[in-house]
């Protein structure tokens, strides 16, 4: 059973930094993982903003670009979000998110592509 836990949500203000973290823990050796992270604000579908592929290439929704960066700590079963320039319509709850694969993972940002999901982590960013 995979479980994903996100942590380092919080409020900033405009123009500030946070860096999400994102725990994976039961992952099966059978196969390879890939993951991504959404977010979702109040009334809103959920978004996906950044994704990594088997290479290691990152995927980035236009909105976050120059702005977001994703990592992967792959001996560690960690993923990062570092968020720069924060903006208030980044303000959402974000998700991370993992689905098993057998070979090859693309980097999608396709929320009902992933299986597996984590409870979320709130960012508020103020003007």
């Known amino acids: 059973q995979v479980s994903l836990v996100e942590s380092g949500g919080g409020s900033v203000q405009t123009g500030g930094s946070l860096r999400l973290s994102c725990a994976a823990t039961g992952l099966s050796s059978t196969y390879k993982y890939c993951f991504a992270w959404f977010r979702q604000a109040p009334g809103q579908e959920r978004e996906g903003i950044a994704g990594i592929d088997s290479n290691g290439k990152t995927t980035y929704t236009d909105s976050v670009k120059g702005r977001f960066t994703l990592s992967q700590d792959s001996a560690e079963n960690e993923l990062y979000l570092q968020m720069d320039s924060l903006k208030p319509e980044d303000s959402a709850m974000y998700y991370c998110?993992?689905?098993?694969?057998?070979?090859?993972?693309?980097?999608?940002?396709?929320?009902?592509?992933?299986?597996?999901w984590g409870q979320g982590t709130q960012v508020t960013v103020s003007s």
């Open positions: 998110a993992a689905r098993a694969a057998l070979v090859y993972c693309n980097g999608e940002l396709v929320a009902n592509r992933y299986n597996d």
